[in-house]
């Protein structure tokens, strides 16, 4: 009997040893599930923090407090809607840019580097374009289509979430962007 004494603690150390590791290894699978989660997109709320490269070589970053408020467009070359809007967003940002930052952001995973291209010289579009080539910003903001825009005051907050409007209401959330 009291030879299987060492026996049984070695085997009871090795239970204890395999639970305390399969607990370990469980709360570091949460942990990373929660930091891998999308961040909630809640009006009033800030928004989520990223960075992309725009077409032009910059790096851009979204999120925290900025010097003006901020539209977010998402868009793709093969979109229609967004092809209607784009005259729309390039009068609204020459009207407003000293007052407003406009990032034009391409869901490049489902576009072709050429057609975008041609897109942003075919619209004349000055305000900056950014590549969101691995849908990573697109997936943080739950994107469902495009074209989704979404209007951000200068502490970072979402205000609003818009889609194609009519030049004159484009104009008019713009401004009252500006105000807030």
Request: net charge positive; glycine share 4%.
């Amino acid at each position: 009997m009291k030879r299987n004494v060492p026996a049984v603690c070695i085997a009871l150390c090795l239970v204890i040893l395999a639970a305390y590791q399969m607990m370990m290894t469980k709360k570091e699978a949460e942990a990373s599930s929660a930091a891998m989660a999308p961040q909630e997109i809640k009006y009033n709320k800030p928004v989520p923090s990223f960075t992309l490269q725009g077409l032009d070589g910059t790096t851009y970053q979204v999120g925290g407090l900025r010097n003006k408020p901020l539209m977010i467009n998402f868009w793709a070359s093969w979109c229609g809607p967004c092809k209607e809007e784009a005259s729309d967003l390039r009068r609204v940002y020459e009207k407003y840019k000293d007052r407003f930052d406009l990032y034009a952001v391409n869901v490049t995973r489902e576009d072709r580097m050429v057609d975008v291209k041609n897109f942003v010289k075919q619209h004349d579009f000055t305000f900056p374009v950014l590549l969101d080539t691995e849908g990573k910003a697109a997936e943080m903001y739950r994107l469902l289509f495009v074209p989704t825009s979404f209007l951000i005051d200068r502490q970072g907050t979402l205000r609003e979430v818009i889609h194609v409007l009519p030049p004159d209401q484009l104009e008019q959330r713009i401004q009252s962007l500006i105000q807030s």
